[in-house]
């Protein structure tokens, strides 16, 4: 099977490497060109997440009508096709499920169906149930980093417990396997995004899983349905290792690197973190997490030489005391407050209107290209469109796209999404030049990002086609997809209400076996 799958990737102009820092590699023995696709992979396993189970298909990730399987009541299907096609696995699983104790079926989490399908999986694949290929097989999965080494206690033991609901379904699975397994799938399994760059689920590709991280990537994860796609953002010559991003790389070079570091274990020496100590990192630092200049019409940057001393701005010179800003933070943590409990009780109106108020104030706290800042206006915008409120909601996303031309240079799916959103509210707002100019930009990151033959491309291309020529139809309240903050594209660890819920779960079962 090894030499089966050295001539696949062979075939397609790629090979393996090992590196003593990075584990394997995945490397060109062919040049690659912008857009190219450079290795694609169907998952062995994968689940939608749980705000999706009844509106994705559990088979070929279509957002769309869905109907529940009527023995379980756990998985959903768009058609019988689907549904068949899923059923060598499904069977196992389904009959799993339905016999399932009531007191277990709450644990039933994304997180621990990818454990019971993987184990299914194999199961199906040992006893030729399901075929095995150089690219689809166990022994793919068995090679993934577990990184058990630096496992916390407190951590290994979410890993047993959860282990223990995966038996609980499965009684022929074994509990330490399944527990080394679920430290696999956290740090292999990627979210499984829409073409809009949104995640719908996520899934195992342990051949794309070869792939390294890079803050400054060659490469894009993209997925077609559930299909993965790694294409090249640039031109990457031969003997160059292949490389995406595991994280939204707009924050400082520190915040990339903790979060790499909990994540995914390891510390990053890309280019970009390379210059941790340098100033030029430490102003970049400041302008995506720091203060905006007391004087508003100056974009300097503001740094402070030491923890109690003021920040002064290195354009203009002038200080910002830390003590102005408590005051402003206090009444924006005020404001959020308030918000925060009018969306409890659906009062979205005054939510809104109080959100509105807190990104003013934001605005004199932050520097204009402040990730935070554009991360509020981001669900200033989703709300706005989800009242269908298009004007407002054009004026915040004008306000994005320097912020996102900056934090996601060249061609970052998330900065073509972004200009394909803001050209179609152009276009509601009747602003017919700004439209085409915005949607003539999203072409030209998403041909390179997504590929010219995909749905999501053909109808951008017929929206610009249309646009051009002055049709009155081009975009219509219908295309607006409503706007969730983008997530990075590898690797997902427990989401925190799963923890929660699972956390919880185990306190109640320890106080239950010494009570
Ligand atoms: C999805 S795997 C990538 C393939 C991995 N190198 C292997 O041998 O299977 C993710 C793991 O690879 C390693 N890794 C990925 N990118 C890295 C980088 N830039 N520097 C060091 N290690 C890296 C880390 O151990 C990380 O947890």
Not at 276 to 295: K, Q, S, T, W
Request: aromatic share 8%.
């Amino acid at each position: 099977m090894e030499e089966e799958l050295k001539s696949y990737l062979q075939e397609r102009g790629l090979k393996v490497t090992t590196d003593p820092m990075k584990g394997r590699c995945l490397f060109t023995i062919k040049e690659f060109h912008p857009g190219d696709v450079i290795i694609s992979q169907e998952p062995y396993v994968f689940v939608p997440h749980r705000e999706f189970t009844n509106s994705v298909c559990h088979f070929c990730f279509a957002v769309t009508e869905v109907k529940m399987c009527s023995a379980c009541h756990y998985v959903w299907y768009c058609s019988r096709e689907c549904q068949k096609l899923d059923w060598k696995l499904h069977r196992l699983e389904c009959r799993a499920l339905k016999t399932l104790e009531k007191q277990w079926q709450i644990y039933v989490l994304p997180t621990i169906r990818l454990n019971v399908r993987l184990y299914i999986r194999r199961k199906l694949q040992n006893e030729k149930v399901i075929p095995t290929t150089a690219v689809d097989n166990f022994n793919l999965v068995e090679a993934l980093v577990a990184h058990l080494s630096s496992i916390g206690a407190d951590r290994m033991a979410l890993f047993y417990h959860m282990a223990n609901i995966v038996n609980n379904i499965l009684p022929w699975s074994d509990l330490q396997e399944t527990a080394e397994n679920i430290s696999k799938l956290e740090h292999n399994t990627v979210n499984i995004l829409d073409s809009e760059m949104e995640p719908l689920g996520m899934g195992l590709y342990p051949l794309i899983a070869i792939t390294n991280h890079s803050c400054v990537p060659n490469s894009v994860l993209v997925f077609e349905g559930k299909l993965a796609v790694i294409r090249a953002l640039q031109h990457i010559p031969r003997d160059s290792e292949v490389s995406i991003s595991y994280i939204d790389t707009a924050s400082s070079t520190m915040t990339r690197q903790s979060e790499l570091q909990e994540r995914h274990s390891f510390t990053c020496t890309c280019p970009l973190c390379c210059k941790v100590d340098e100033f030029d990192d430490m102003e970049e630092g400041a302008a995506l997490h720091g203060y905006h200049c007391m004087d508003y019409g100056c974009n300097g940057i503001l740094l402070s030489n030491s923890a109690d001393a003021d920040f002064i701005c290195q354009q203009c010179g002038r200080a910002r005391t830390k003590k102005v800003d408590k005051k402003l933070l206090k009444k924006m943590k005020s404001k959020l407050a308030k918000a925060r409990d009018a969306m409890a009780s659906n009062r979205n109106e005054e939510a809104l209107s109080l959100l509105m108020m807190h990104e003013k104030m934001q605005r004199q706290l932050c520097h204009p290209l402040s990730v935070l800042l554009m991360q509020a206006r981001d669900g200033l915008i989703m709300r706005l469109m989800q009242q269908d409120d298009w004007l407002e909601a054009l004026e915040y996303c004008r306000l994005t796209i320097p912020v996102y031309e900056r934090v996601y240079p060249g061609f970052h799916p998330s900065l073509g999404v972004r200009y394909y959103l803001c050209g179609k509210l152009e276009w509601l707002a009747g602003e017919r030049e700004k439209a085409i100019t915005l949607l003539t930009k999203a072409v030209d990151v998403l041909r390179v990002t997504h590929g010219s033959d995909v749905p999501f491309m053909k109808d951008l291309f017929m929206k610009l086609e249309k646009a051009e020529s002055g049709d009155p139809s081009t975009i219509s309240a219908s295309d607006m997809v409503k706007l969730r903050r983008p997530l990075p594209g590898a690797s997902i660890k427990l989401s925190v209400s799963e923890l929660a819920t699972l956390a919880n779960a185990l306190a109640i079962e320890m106080s239950g076996a010494s009570s």
